[in-house]
Structures are given as C-alpha cells and as structure tokens.
C-alpha cells in the first residue's frame, strides 16, 4: 500500500504561482510514476501532468504545457506540482496519484490522495 498526502493548496490571483507537494509513504520502495489530476464539481477528472520512474521525464496536458512543471524528489519520497501564470480555470481540487506507468488514464493508478483546493480569482 502507499499513502499519498498533498499540501500547499490555497487562494491566489490570476497570473500568480503556487507549489503543491505530494508526500508518499508505505511501499515507497516499488517503482511508481506519479502523476497529478484535478477535478471541479459535476465534471471528470482531468489529467495534469505525470513523471515517469526514470528521472527527469514528464508528461503534461496541452492545457498546462510551460505553466506547470511535475518534479519528483525520490529522497524524500514526494511529488510536487509548480504553477506558474495561473488562470481563474485552473481552480480545482488537485489529486496526486501513484501507479504502473505515467498516463493521462486514470484507471492506471493504483493510489490516490484526497486532494487539495485550489482557487484561482479573477
């Protein structure tokens, strides 16, 4: 089992920045992607960005592509999401998830956190 707990949600203004931090544990030993997705109400959820087991290589939605970055730090067993130039649609509950491979697909991923708000305002 692995447990995934994010932090550093909040409020912040359009074209701001915020870091969100996603901490593993449990079975931190096995390889894993990671990867982040959000959700607002009565809709699916979306895919953000993953990265792969191997070092340095991510994967991002279109809608994210040169405002987010996904890094990993494999020491301390966490993820983390930087947002740059933010926009009132990115507001959403994000989720960090762990699974076989990095993919848009969210049947892919075993574990899941339980989220953390994120508000853009206008």
């Known amino acids: 089992q692995v447990q995934l707990v994010e932090s550093g949600g909040g409020l912040v203004q359009a074209g701001g920045s915020l870091r969100l931090s996603c901490a593993a544990s449990?079975?931190?030993?096995?390889?894993?992607?990671m990867a982040w997705f959000r959700q607002t109400p009565g809709k699916e959820r979306e895919f953000v960005g993953a990265?792969?087991?191997?070092?340095?290589?991510?994967v991002y939605a279109d809608s994210v592509k040169g405002r987010f970055t996904c890094s990993r730090d494999y020491a301390k067993n966490t993820l983390y999401l930087q947002m740059n130039s933010l926009k009132p649609e990115d507001t959403a509950v994000y989720y960090c998830?762990?699974?076989?491979?990095?993919?848009?697909?969210?049947?892919?991923?075993?574990?899941w956190g339980q989220g953390t708000q994120v508000t853009v305002s206008s």
């Open positions: 990265v792969h087991w191997s070092p340095g290589t991510t």
């Open positions: 998830a762990a699974g076989r491979i990095a993919t848009a697909r969210t049947s892919m991923y075993d574990y």
């Open positions: 449990g079975r931190t030993g096995s390889r894993y992607a």
